[in-house]
């Protein structure tokens, strides 16, 4: 979907570069290989739902129709008591990953994420790197929130402080 866009310019493409250099900084500081990891420990067990690198094609790949997404959301929230939500486990189009992806901000919502971290359906879809950095940063954040709940495993990731002056 994203390859037959058209080329960005102006305002759009200098805030596309920005967010892209924001993935590799995001990719060298660790963050993306922390979130496989997390990913992997707490869904350990379930071959389908294992990632095999940190790599942006890989994250996405597994990522994309909100399977794994869900089924993770779903471990936290029943960590806590609280119901698991349903999900579509087969993803025949993308209005069936629309609809996980949205069940997964809902589960995140109901979590205890903000609302400003939650992930929207086109960049997680679309998997271009510098929009693909929105979904790293929920699921980082979310990895922050599960441990101030105490959650095992726990989220390796760091915060990076950045002060953007451009």
Request: hydrophobic letters at 35%.
């Amino acid at each position: 979907m994203a390859e037959n866009r058209a080329k960005k310019s102006g305002l759009g493409a200098d805030i596309e570069r920005k967010l892209e250099m924001r993935y590799d900084q995001e990719e060298q500081a660790g963050t993306t290989e922390a979130v496989q990891k997390w990913i992997n420990g707490v869904l350990a067990g379930s071959d389908e739902c294992s990632i095999p690198t940190c790599s942006r094609t890989d994250l996405h790949k597994h990522l994309r129709d909100g399977i794994v997404l869900c089924k993770l959301a779903n471990k936290l929230l029943e960590s806590e008591g609280k119901a698991a939500k349903k999900f579509q486990k087969k993803v025949a189009s993308p209005f069936v990953a629309f609809g996980n992806i949205e069940t997964y901000n809902k589960a995140c919502e109901e979590y205890g994420l903000a609302k400003e971290f939650l992930v929207q359906s086109a960049d997680l879809w679309e998997g271009r790197k510098g929009p693909f950095l929105n979904v790293i940063n929920n699921i980082h954040s979310l990895g922050f929130v599960a441990n101030s709940k105490g959650f095992q495993p726990m989220y390796t990731g760091e915060q990076q402080p950045n002060i953007d002056f451009d």
